[in-house]
C-alpha cells in the first residue's frame, strides 16, 4: 500500500473530472472507496489516482473522512470503466458507482455473511484418528483430495459434518478458515446428453484457442443444444481451480432455468447470479462472491458485464441478439460490446449465443473477424423444425384477436393432451380507452403515449412513465358513458378464451402476473408438470425456453411492427418470432406455429416459413450497404431533454452547426441530419428531440 497526502476521487456527479482530497491519517489505494465531504454533503467515491501534488493550493484541499479497507474495483475493472466512461462519453465517477451494488454506494460498511470452510493441518498424523470414526475418516479423505471444503459441500458427505469437523479440530488435524458464504449446488442425477457432431465439433474449436482473445459466434437453430456446449466448455476451462466464467443473460426470466440447468450439471463450481430480482443483500453477497474470486460461475444481465472478476477467463453471451443488452438511460452502453472489449483487454475467448445473431455479430462472423460455429440440426433426436403457416387475417377474420383457424388448432391440442403457447407482445388488458363519440382516447398526461387499459385493476397505466390513474366513469371530454377498451393484450387474451375454451387451464406470463420473486419459476414447474394447457406469453416467454409437451405456437397482432420507423425493425421482428417459433415440437412431438397476418407474402414471412435466417440476414446486409446503414457503417445518435422543446431545438441546432463546421474537411465521409423529434415526442414531462450523425 501506498502513502500518498493526494487522492484523485470520483464522485458520482454529472462532472467529467476527479477532485483531489487529502488522504489525512488514512492510507489507500486505487479502487479503494471513501467517503468525502462535497458541496456541504457527504458522498462514497472511488480513488482512482494518488498524486505528490494538486492543481489547487493544499491549504484549500479537504481530507477525506473515511477509507474503507476493501478495494470494489482491481485495475483490470478500473480499465475496463475507464474505456467505458471516454467511449460512452460518460462521467468516469457516475460510471464508477453505477456499477456496484446498492450497499456498496452507501455511506456505512457493508456487512456479508460469512461462512467457514476447512482444510488438513499441514504435517498432521492422521492415524490418530479413531478407526469406528467412519464419518471422520471420509472427510478427512475428502481434505486429502481438495485443498479446501466449505459447509455445502461436507453436508454431501454425511448430515452430522458439524459434529466431526469438531471433533478433528479437537485432535489438531483441521483448520478453520472465514470465507465468504456461496449458494451450494446439489449433483445432478441424470447422464448428460450425448452430443451430435456438430456440438463436438464446435467445443473443441474453442477449447483449442481458450489463452488468447478470440470472438465466437455459436449460430444453432432454436432447440439445437447450445446450452449444453457452454456448459462443456465451461467444464474443462473450470478444471483450472482458480478460473472464473462469466455467462451473460438479456432478462432475468432467462437466468432460473439456465441457473438451475448449470447448477445441476456443474455443481462442484460454486456459482451466483446478479439481477434486479435479488434483494440488496443478495445482491452485495453475490457481488462479493464473484470480485473475491469465491464464485467460478456468475449469470447475470447486462449490468453483471462490469462485475469484477479477478481470475476470468471465459465469457458467454446467451441469446446475443436481444435488444435487452442495450442500456437505454445512464450511462448508454451495449453490453455485448463491452464484454467483447473486456475480453480484448484480458486476451480470453468470448462466445456469442443465438439462432438469430444480430447483424453486426453476422457482419463479422462472415467478415472472418469472429469464428463461426454451426448447429444446424436439433439435439433431441427425432426432433424437427416446427412447420410455419400465416393465416391470413383478411380471409380469416379474427374475432376477438383469434382466428377460426387457430381456435381450431387448439381445441385439437387440448383433445391430444398437448400444450400451446398464444404469443402477443402486449401486457395489459387493451392498448387505449375509447370514446366513439368524441373520439377521445386515454393519454399519458407525461408522455405523448396511450394510457394501457388495465381491467382487473380499474387502472389506466403508462408503460413508460409509470404514471397511472383511475378509470374514468365517462369521457372526460364529451361525457359519453360508452367509452370502452380498443384492441388485444394479454389481460383480455386470457378472458377471451376462458370463455371460449372452459375446460382449458390457461396460464398468463407477463411482467403483470410474475411480480414475486419465485412466480416464474413455479409457473413453469407447473407447466413442465402438465398443470398447464394453454400458455399466454410476452416477450418473456419468447425465449430460452424447453417445454417438451408444446406442439402449438400462436403468434397474434405482429403487423404493427412492420410500420416502425427504426430501421432494426425487420431484424428484430424476424428474431422475436424465430425465438418463439422454436418453442414448438422441442422433443419428438411435432410443432406447429400459425402467425395472424394481413400481409401473408411479405418477405419477412416468406423468410420466416422457409426458416433461412442465413437467407434473409444476407438480404438486410444487402440492403443496409446499399443505404450505407450499420453494420456497414456507423450512427450516432445524440438525444437531448428539457421541459420546453425551444430549448432542445436550440441546442440541438448549435451542435448540429458545430459538427458540420468539423467535418468539412471529411469529403462528407461524416453526415450530419437535421434535427428532428423521435417517435415519442415527450417522456416523464421531458421535450425530446434528436440529431443523427452517420460515418
Known amino acids: 500500500m501506498l502513502l500518498c497526502p493526494i487522492l484523485q476521487v470520483a464522485l458520482d456527479v454529472p462532472l467529467k473530472r476527479t477532485f483531489d482530497y487529502l488522504a489525512g491519517d488514512f492510507v489507500a489505494r486505487i479502487g479503494n472507496r471513501v467517503i468525502v465531504s462535497f458541496s456541504g454533503r457527504?458522498?462514497?467515491?472511488?480513488?482512482?489516482?494518488?498524486?505528490?501534488?494538486?492543481?489547487?493550493?493544499?491549504?484549500?484541499?479537504?481530507?477525506?473522512?473515511?477509507?474503507?479497507?476493501?478495494?470494489?474495483?482491481?485495475?483490470?475493472?478500473?480499465?475496463?470503466?475507464?474505456?467505458?466512461?471516454?467511449?460512452?462519453?460518460?462521467?468516469?465517477?457516475?460510471?464508477?458507482?453505477?456499477?456496484?451494488?446498492?450497499?456498496?454506494?452507501?455511506?456505512?460498511?457493508?456487512?456479508?455473511?460469512?461462512?467457514?470452510?476447512?482444510?488438513?493441518?499441514?504435517?498432521?498424523?492422521?492415524?490418530?484418528?479413531?478407526?469406528?470414526?467412519?464419518?471422520?475418516?471420509?472427510?478427512?479423505?475428502?481434505?486429502?483430495?481438495?485443498?479446501?471444503?466449505?459447509?455445502?459441500?461436507?453436508?454431501?458427505?454425511?448430515?452430522?459434518?458439524?459434529?466431526?469437523?469438531?471433533?478433528?479440530?479437537?485432535?489438531?488435524l483441521v483448520a478453520e478458515h472465514e470465507v465468504l458464504a456461496v449458494k451450494a449446488s446439489m449433483p445432478s442425477a441424470n447422464v448428460a446428453p450425448t452430443l451430435n457432431d456438430e456440438q463436438q465439433k464446435a467445443i473443441e474449436q474453442v477449447l483449442a484457442l481458450t489463452h488468447t482473445f478470440k470472438p465466437w459466434l455459436l449460430h444453432g437453430i432454436t432447440g439445437s443444444g447450445k446450452t449444453e456446449v457452454y456448459i462443456q466448455i465451461l467444464r474443462q476451462i473450470l478444471q483450472n481451480p482458480q478460473a472464473q466464467v462469466l455467462v451473460l443473460v438479456p432478462e432475468i426470466n432467462l437466468t432460473p432455468q439456465l441457473e438451475a440447468r448449470f447448477r445441476s450439471r456443474l455443481a462442484q463450481y460454486p456459482l451466483v447470479t446478479l439481477h434486479s430480482n435479488l434483494s440488496e443483500s443478495e445482491r452485495l453477497q453475490n457481488w462479493l462472491a464473484a470480485s473475491s474470486g469465491a464464485a467460478k460461475i456468475v449469470i447475470g444481465t447486462r449490468l453483471s458485464?462490469?462485475?469484477?472478476?479477478?481470475?476470468?477467463?471465459?465469457?458467454?453471451?446467451?441469446?446475443?441478439?436481444?435488444?435487452?443488452?442495450?442500456q437505454q438511460d445512464g450511462m448508454r452502453y451495449h453490453a455485448r460490446d463491452v464484454a467483447m472489449v473486456r475480453a480484448k483487454q484480458l486476451n480470453i475467448p468470448i462466445v456469442l449465443g443465438s439462432a438469430t445473431p444480430s447483424l453486426e455479430t453476422w457482419y463479422n462472423a462472415q467478415k472472418g473477424q469472429y469464428?463461426?460455429?454451426?448447429?444446424?440440426?436439433?439435439?433431441?433426436?427425432?426432433?424437427?423444425?416446427?412447420s410455419i403457416f400465416c393465416i391470413d387475417t383478411a380471409k380469416s377474420p379474427t374475432e376477438n384477436g383469434l382466428s377460426p383457424i387457430l381456435v381450431k388448432a387448439l381445441r385439437e391440442r387440448l383433445s391430444?393432451?398437448?400444450?400451446?403457447?398464444?404469443?402477443?407482445?402486449?401486457?395489459?388488458?387493451?392498448?387505449v380507452l375509447h370514446c366513439n363519440a368524441c373520439q377521445w382516447a386515454s393519454s399519458c398526461t407525461r408522455c405523448s403515449a396511450k394510457l394501457v387499459v388495465h381491467l382487473s385493476q380499474k387502472r389506466l397505466k403508462c408503460h413508460h412513465c409509470g404514471h397511472e390513474q383511475k378509470i374514468p366513469a365517462q369521457c372526460p371530454s364529451c361525457g359519453n358513458a360508452d367509452i370502452r377498451p380498443v384492441g388485444q393484450a394479454t389481460q383480455r387474451l386470457e378472458q377471451t378464451l376462458k370463455t371460449l375454451l372452459p375446460n382449458a387451464r390457461i396460464a398468463r406470463v407477463d411482467r403483470d402476473s410474475m411480480r414475486s420473486k419465485d412466480a416464474l419459476t413455479d409457473m413453469l414447474a407447473s407447466v413442465h408438470a402438465g398443470e398447464v394447457d394453454i400458455l399466454i406469453g410476452t416477450q418473456m416467454l419468447a425465449k430460452g425456453h424447453d417445454f417438451p409437451n408444446l406442439t402449438l405456437v400462436g403468434v397474434l397482432d405482429t403487423d404493427s411492427?412492420?410500420?416502425?420507423?427504426?430501421?432494426?425493425?425487420?431484424?428484430?421482428?424476424?428474431?422475436?418470432?424465430?425465438?418463439?417459433?422454436g418453442r414448438a415440437g422441442r422433443a419428438e412431438k411435432p410443432g406447429e406455429v400459425l402467425i395472424q397476418t394481413a400481409f401473408p407474402q411479405y418477405a419477412l414471412f416468406n423468410a420466416l416459413r422457409s426458416q433461412d435466417y442465413v437467407h434473409f440476414a444476407d438480404e438486410l446486409l444487402t440492403e443496409r450497404e446499399t443505404m450505407h446503414f450499420p453494420p456497414t457503417s456507423f450512427f450516432a445518435l445524440l438525444r437531448a431533454e428539457s421541459n420546453k422543446f425551444s430549448e432542445v431545438e436550440k441546442f440541438l441546432h448549435l451542435a448540429r452547426n458545430a459538427a458540420r463546421n468539423l467535418t468539412l474537411n471529411l469529403n462528407s465521409e461524416v453526415m450530419v441530419y437535421d434535427v428532428i423529434r423521435p417517435q415519442l415526442e415527450r417522456l416523464k414531462n421531458m421535450e425530446r428531440g434528436q440529431l443523427l450523425l452517420q460515418a
Open 561 to 581: 411492427a412492420l410500420y416502425s420507423p427504426d430501421f432494426r425493425a425487420s431484424e428484430k421482428l424476424f428474431a422475436q418470432l424465430m425465438q418463439v417459433a
Open 42 to 172: 457527504s458522498l462514497v467515491g472511488v480513488v482512482v489516482g494518488l498524486a505528490d501534488s494538486s492543481d489547487f493550493p493544499i491549504e484549500k484541499l479537504k481530507s477525506v473522512s473515511h477509507v474503507f479497507d476493501e478495494l470494489v474495483f482491481d485495475a483490470a475493472s478500473f480499465k475496463l470503466m475507464q474505456f467505458c466512461a471516454d467511449y460512452y462519453h460518460y462521467p468516469l465517477g457516475q460510471a464508477l458507482i453505477s456499477a456496484l451494488p446498492l450497499r456498496l454506494r452507501q455511506l456505512k460498511p457493508a456487512v456479508s455473511r460469512k461462512a467457514f470452510a476447512y482444510s488438513l493441518l499441514p504435517n498432521v498424523d492422521i492415524s490418530q484418528t479413531p478407526t469406528k470414526k467412519v464419518v471422520l475418516h471420509r472427510i478427512i479423505t475428502a481434505l486429502q483430495a481438495a485443498p479446501m471444503l466449505g459447509g455445502a459441500e461436507l453436508a454431501f458427505i454425511s448430515s452430522s459434518w458439524k459434529k466431526a469437523i469438531l471433533e478433528l479440530k479437537s485432535l489438531g
Open 371 to 386: 469464428g463461426l460455429l454451426s448447429l444446424k440440426q436439433r439435439a433431441v433426436e427425432n426432433a424437427q423444425l416446427p
Open 305 to 326: 458485464v462490469f462485475t469484477p472478476m479477478p481470475n476470468l477467463k471465459l465469457i458467454v453471451i446467451d441469446e446475443e441478439h436481444d435488444g435487452s443488452y442495450k
Open 416 to 431: 391430444r393432451g398437448e400444450q400451446s403457447l398464444l404469443f402477443l407482445n402486449r401486457r395489459g388488458y387493451a392498448p
